[in-house]
């Protein structure tokens, strides 16, 4: 099963949980045992694995991002957004999730988070569920 879900961010950077989406697809495709592989197409945006429970994570995250890859570097890109290539580039664009008896496999606290680092935008994540 493929699907794309639509994300309109509303910051310049923000984390976005996105485990509630996955969870309804992976149940929606019926697989028990496999693997979801969440995967966004942008150039300045990616994913992570990291805790929910403390909403202060996040911001602790992006604000550490900020002081090693600042806006305003010196940088070649003319688009401005060199920062956000950087970071996403950091973080990677795929997350391999475990299917386990229906439901997917994480950490006690743990999620998965759209990253923006080029926002606000509308973004796409795309998610592959495979049986196995």
Excluded: W
Excluded at 65 to 79: A, C, M, Q, R
Aim: proline share 3%; with cysteine; net charge negative.
């Amino acid at each position: 099963m493929f699907k794309t879900i639509d994300i309109k961010t509303t910051e310049q950077y923000q984390m976005y949980e996105i485990l509630e989406e996955i969870k309804r697809i992976v149940s929606e495709s019926g697989v028990l045992y496999g693997i979801v592989i969440v995967h966004v197409p942008h150039a300045t945006a990616a994913l992570t694995l990291n805790k929910n429970y403390d909403p202060v994570v996040q911001k602790d995250i992006i604000e550490k991002l900020k002081d090693i890859v600042p806006k305003d570097g010196n940088y070649l890109h003319i688009e401005g957004n060199s920062d956000a290539h950087i970071k996403a580039s950091l973080f990677g664009n795929t997350e391999t999730l475990i299917i386990e008896n229906g439901r997917v496999e994480l950490g006690m606290f743990q999620s998965i988070f759209l990253c923006e680092f080029d926002g606000p935008r509308k973004r796409k994540i795309n998610i592959k569920v495979l049986e196995g």
